[in-house]
């Protein structure tokens, strides 16, 4: 599985997601266009779901379910602002392409609190 969570990566999840896999799009950007050959996608066995209804009736209840999450685990390292560059290591963006991070936070305070995770 495949997630767009930007809205405009179709065509990249299509190339990156597994044959009969599934490309998830969750992001949205209306000015997003994508140039995708149906036949390649019936001969791989792909589903491709839009997920990012956020005015559904549904999205209040997950908001809701999620305050109940240790979604502050998802965090793997707090970095300085000033400090970004280590941020952008860890996500492997960075001169040693090694990924570190699953979710990166930089904080706009020069107070972080606790240890820069991973550094």
Do not use: C, W
Not at 12 to 26: E, K, P, S, W
Not at 56 to 64: H, K, Q, W
Not at 109 to 116: D, F, K, L, P
């Amino acid at each position: 599985m495949v997630i767009d969570t930007v809205g405009n990566l179709l065509e990249q999840a299509l190339d990156l997601v597994a044959d009969t896999g599934t490309v998830v799009i969750m992001g949205f950007d209306d000015r997003a266009v994508a140039n995708v050959r149906p036949l390649r996608i019936l001969q791989r066995g792909l589903r491709i779901v839009g997920a990012g209804d956020y005015n559904s009736v549904i999205f209040p209840r997950a908001v809701a379910l999620a305050r109940h999450l240790p979604l502050e685990r998802l965090i793997t390292h707090r970095v300085p602002k000033n400090d970004y560059p280590a941020a952008v290591e860890a996500v492997g963006a960075g001169e040693q392409g090694a990924y570190s991070g699953l979710k990166v936070l930089i904080e706009s305070s020069e107070t972080v609190s606790g240890e820069v995770a991973g550094g």
